[in-house]
């Protein structure tokens, strides 16, 4: 019997089913505006007007089997179901009007006691081809028996909502029902909504089986000993994961359970902004017949691409299976992690290159996710910008950021995890009087995690925020190790610390009604005298 999506209300009969890649290039490069193929055989496509994700757009159906457990507010947005049935019946009609659809079928988690079978039917070539990479692909028997499926999206990003519509804010509208399992996306054709979508389920159905899932990726070495690596965009995640030590777990959605660590996607969404062989050989090799480059600029002659022209936009991407990855982990599960390490790029110049911490420290930075990014030279403003975003990903979060905290202090616990703070950001000084943390240092610092090198080193405990930080690094100059002795201006030093410790002090007040005491108590308590 052929394959249909009647159940659904979609009666269209041409469709493709987990296509193969020049099916895909095929049908993109012939119908789909703007299509081309890069000098290396990647599939170069435009996302339309929209090149990033939508999160106001955002909406969750408010139903009363999930309510209580979802952190409601500026993230997680409520909607009632008669409004997501609107949307979905506009999405639906829509998909309806197209001579052809496509339908992805795959999983989302290596585990295959926690995977999830999920379903995405869009109009799209190049959305196809983007969630066959990011998702783990079925084997031809999985996929003959692959049954009805755990979610669905419907995609009908290249059809507008409509703004008379109640709670619609914009022509974009991206709705999740956890009851109906269904995703409902329009007015946006940007393909990380989907990818996201699928991370946000997760979020919110892995800590029912007492599993964390994380924003994250994670490396294994020889000796099968795991480490996840959190950082917000700029920390160098991405770049500090690629370790050619070390096999390449997954570079940014993953789950922790009893057995150990998976990757929840089948591919990696690379950012490709300023990318080149040197500073990035595994993403840049990993650019060939089968990778999607989206909203990348290029020659219209030799197809060559420009990867530091962002007229287009910034958040330009490479989409690939993970196994374009020469030192991936396949399949992509490994055992219990020994080492969790939150990378900050601090442009106060206050953090210290290295630091040890308690569980409970742990739990209270990674409800803070903080980093610090350069402000932009406007009207001569070269003051750093505090940023903070909970559990390293607050906009994928459904619970609030205790549940996941939580879990990460008990599974360090039970596990004896050993938990790093790792600043590459600025030291010597502040953004504009300090240097950017040299590469090197941090890989050396990274390196000695792994090696275990830090085991027997003195260390110094910071008087404010209380982690520990070693005196000594193989390869790495100690006298920058502790950022106070960097600085030459010592008063300026204890006066920008205590700016940094208030932005923490006052960016945690909004979690303390519903965090446990001792994760607040592991914060910084005592402000320097400025």
Avoid at 81 to 86: G, P
Avoid at 124 to 135: D, G, I, K, T, V
Avoid at 281 to 287: S, T
Avoid at 344 to 365: M, N, R, W
């Amino acid at each position: 019997m052929a394959f249909n999506l009647k159940q659904y209300g979609i009666d269209v009969e041409k469709i493709y089913r987990n296509s193969s890649v020049p099916v895909l290039y095929e049908l993109g490069l012939r119908l789909e505006k703007g299509t081309a193929i890069s000098d290396v055989g990647a599939l170069l496509v435009y996302s339309g007007e929209k090149t990033g994700r939508s999160p106001k757009d955002k909406r969750i159906v408010k139903q009363p089997e999930s309510e209580n457990n979802i952190d409601w507010g500026k993230v997680n947005i409520d909607l009632d179901e008669h409004t997501f049935m609107v949307n979905r019946e506009r999405a639906i009609d829509y998909l309806n009007t197209r001579e052809h659809l496509f339908v992805v079928d795959a999983f989302a988690g290596w585990d295959p006691k926690y995977r999830l079978k999920v379903r995405i039917v869009c109009t799209r070539a190049y959305h196809s081809l983007f969630m066959q990479n990011m998702l783990i692909k079925p084997t031809e028997e999985e996929l003959a028996n692959f049954g009805e499926p755990d979610y669905v999206i419907f995609n009908g990003g290249a059809f507008p909502a409509n703004t008379y519509t109640s709670k619609m804010t914009s022509k974009t509208s991206v709705d999740l029902d956890l009851e109906r399992k269904e995703f409902v996306i329009l007015g946006t054709e940007y393909a990380g909504e989907m990818k996201k979508g699928i991370f946000s389920i997760m979020n919110y159905l892995m800590p029912l089986k007492q599993v964390m899932p994380m924003h994250c990726s994670a490396n294994v070495g020889e000796e099968g000993d795991v480490s996840i690596l959190f950082g917000l965009s700029g920390t160098g995640k991405t770049t500090l994961s690629a370790d050619p030590k070390r096999k390449l777990i997954g570079d940014d959605e993953h789950c922790w359970t009893d057995d150990g660590v998976f990757n929840v996607e089948g591919g990696c969404y690379a950012k490709a902004i300023n990318l080149t062989k040197e500073n990035e050989p595994d993403i840049y090799n990993a650019i060939k017949f089968g990778t999607v480059l989206e909203n990348l600029v290029y020659d219209p002659e030799t197809r060559e691409v420009d990867y530091t022209d962002t007229s287009i936009t910034e958040n330009t991407r490479a989409s690939y299976p993970i196994n374009f990855i020469e030192n991936a982990q396949i399949p992509c599960v490994a055992g219990q992690p020994k080492n969790i390490i939150f990378l900050t790029c601090d442009a106060f110049g206050v953090l210290p290159p290295i630091s040890k911490l308690t569980p409970e420290q742990a739990s209270y930075h990674f409800i803070s996710g903080y980093t610090a990014k350069v402000a932009g030279t406007e009207m001569g403003v070269t003051e750093p910008e505090a940023t903070f975003s909970a559990c390293f990903g607050a906009a994928f979060m459904m619970w609030h950021p205790n549940k996941y905290a939580t879990l990460l202090a008990e599974k360090i616990k039970k596990h004896n995890v050993t938990t790093w703070l790792v600043n590459t950001g600025w030291t010597g000084g502040a953004y504009g009087k300090g240097s950017r943390m040299k590469l090197k240092y941090t890989r050396a610092m990274i390196d000695a995690i792994h090696s275990n090198a830090f085991a027997n080193v003195t260390t110094e405990a910071d008087p404010h925020f209380g982690f520990e930080i070693p005196t000594s690094c193989p390869d790495v100059p100690s006298e920058i190790l502790i950022p106070r002795n960097t600085w030459d201006n010592k008063d300026k030093y204890d006066e920008t610390k205590n700016k940094l410790i208030n932005l923490f002090q006052e960016n945690f007040k909004k979690f303390e009604d519903k965090v446990d005491t001792y994760i607040v108590e592991a914060g910084p308590k005592v402000t320097v005298e400025s």
